[in-house]
């Protein structure tokens, strides 16, 4: 079936240090892939997305490069913020047929000033 | 355009005792999902519903029933509530195209004691 491999938090990082957070998948067919953010007390809101392989997602800084041949779609972000310390998930939708999301476990990060 | 909606925002029930969660898109969405969230488990994915009239298990439906009521409403209900289902539960739905990212509510934080 389809999953997503997510590493593992927590991630702590200085102001303006570079962000780097994996994600590898596995599924059938062409999924679109996405990242979520969830800052504390709320619901998951859509970052970025990408619906084909070599697309690059991007907004608020933040890019994920849709990497078939690797099957991941990792998220950077070159300075972060103390306003970017939230929970990250990866994401795939399978529409083959009938639409599925399979998330990750999410990663914590934690900016300091 | 409201979105995803979810109700209640908060609950506390006693060991037992039965509720249901309501949960309401407005975006004509054919797909929609109910999620637990729980501290280091990420999501995971109690029921999901790829169209009116039907209803599928996810990876965590024992003590959770759900009904599709129409294809806006999806609600999930607690028989017997147990302290383990003391948890923050998301409603989401995702359109027909490959591409559309599914949309979340704003949870509700449920506390069984």
């Known amino acids: 079936g389809n999953s997503v491999t997510q590493m593992e938090g927590p991630v702590t990082l200085s102001e303006e240090a570079f962000l780097t957070i994996n994600c590898t998948y596995t599924a059938t067919g062409y999924p679109s892939l996405f990242w979520y953010v969830q800052y504390p007390g709320e619901g998951l809101q859509l970052l970025l997305k990408?619906?084909?392989?070599?697309d690059k997602g991007s907004n608020k800084g933040f890019e994920a490069t849709y990497r078939k041949e690797t099957t991941s779609f990792h998220l950077e972000k070159g300075s972060v913020q103390v306003s970017d310390s939230a929970v990250y998930f990866c994401a795939l939708l399978y529409s083959g047929g009938y639409q599925k999301v399979t998330f990750g476990i999410g990663t914590k990060l934690q900016v300091i000033p | 355009n409201a979105g995803v909606t979810q109700t209640p925002k908060f609950q506390v029930l006693k060991t037992g005792q039965s509720m249901t969660l309501q949960c309401a898109q407005d975006?004509?969405?054919?797909?929609m999902y109910w999620y637990r969230q729980d501290p280091g488990m990420g999501l995971r994915l109690i029921y999901y519903s790829a169209s009116e009239g039907t209803t599928d298990k996810g990876e965590v439906p024992n003590g959770y029933n759900v009904s599709r009521l129409n294809k806006r409403e999806f609600s999930l209900r607690l028989e017997s509530a147990a302290p383990s289902q003391t948890s923050v539960y998301f409603c989401?739905?995702?359109?027909?195209?490959?591409?559309?990212?599914?949309?979340f509510g704003q949870g509700t934080r449920l506390t069984v004691v």
């Open positions: 975006m004509n969405h054919n797909s």
């Open positions: 990408a619906t084909k392989a070599d």
């Open positions: 989401a739905s995702s359109g027909v195209q490959g591409d559309t990212e599914a949309f």
